[in-house]
């Protein structure tokens, strides 16, 4: 009984001393795994602070890119307010050609904002004249412009291909006539009789003798030369606009 008793009492305690070590070693494994939760909650916060982090970049760049759109619109509109804008003062010195027909001898253009200026004096080698037209070409040369026929810096060909290189949204000129000439050119511009904004006779606002002319014209009588009317028109469309 004894014997047996003391065997039974040593089997407990080496179950017991069994049970602490396996105690021991579920107690350290649990150490181990709450450190690892640890770990893994701080990676959570980290991340979290990251994706904040990254939020606020992103709200950021949003902001930029709404302020870089805001301004990309305002330049777009003020390219766009240019464009509108403009406008430039035409004026043309006509002879006769058959039937009629009207036809540019010389002829001027100014900028109403920027004083940017073209002129051409254009030669008719081919173009057609008969007796009324060539009498009254003649008389205007003599009495008026000065120019011959055949006298110019350009073929009168060339017209269509100058006029519609110009890249004004509005063209002023003077007399309806002259307006008529162009709209068989440019009919997508918008061609204004300046006559109709109340501008008077050429002789009237022809009195400045400090506008420029032409080389051609600077030894006959400037006033009569498109380059210094140009100049004249643009003067009084400025005082009076
Ligand atoms: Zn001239």
């Not at 040369?141 to 060339?158: A, C, K, S, T, V």
């Amino acid at each position: 009984m004894n014997v047996f008793g003391s065997s039974q009492y040593s089997e407990t305690n080496k179950f017991i001393s069994n049970l602490e070590q396996s105690i021991k070693s579920f107690s350290s494994k649990l150490d181990k795994l709450q450190n690892l939760l640890e770990e893994n909650h701080k990676s959570v916060q980290i991340q979290e602070e990251q994706i904040e982090a990254i939020q606020f970049t992103c709200v950021q760049i949003a902001e930029h890119m709404t302020r870089g759109e805001i301004s990309l619109q305002s330049i777009k509109e003020s390219i766009e307010g240019q464009a509108i804008m403009s406008s430039a003062i035409l004026d043309m010195q006509c002879v006769l050609g058959v039937n009629n027909k009207y036809m540019i001898k010389e002829m001027s253009i100014v900028d109403t904002e920027t004083w940017a200026t073209q002129h051409w004096i254009f030669k008719h080698s081919k173009s057609m004249e008969d007796n009324k037209s060539r009498k009254t070409n003649k008389w205007l040369e003599r009495n008026y412009h000065q120019l011959p026929i055949e006298y110019g810096d350009i073929e009168y060909e060339e017209l269509g291909k100058i006029l519609n290189s110009l890249k004004f949204t509005r063209i002023y000129i003077k007399g309806e006539q002259k307006k008529q000439v162009l709209m068989e050119y440019i009919p997508h511009v918008a061609l204004i009789n300046i006559e109709d904004l109340g501008c008077p006779r050429l002789d009237q606002i022809c009195d400045d003798e400090t506008l420029p002319c032409c080389i051609f014209h600077m030894k006959y009588n400037p006033k009569q030369c498109k380059f210094y009317k140009v100049f004249a028109i643009r003067k009084w469309f400025v005082n009076n606009s």
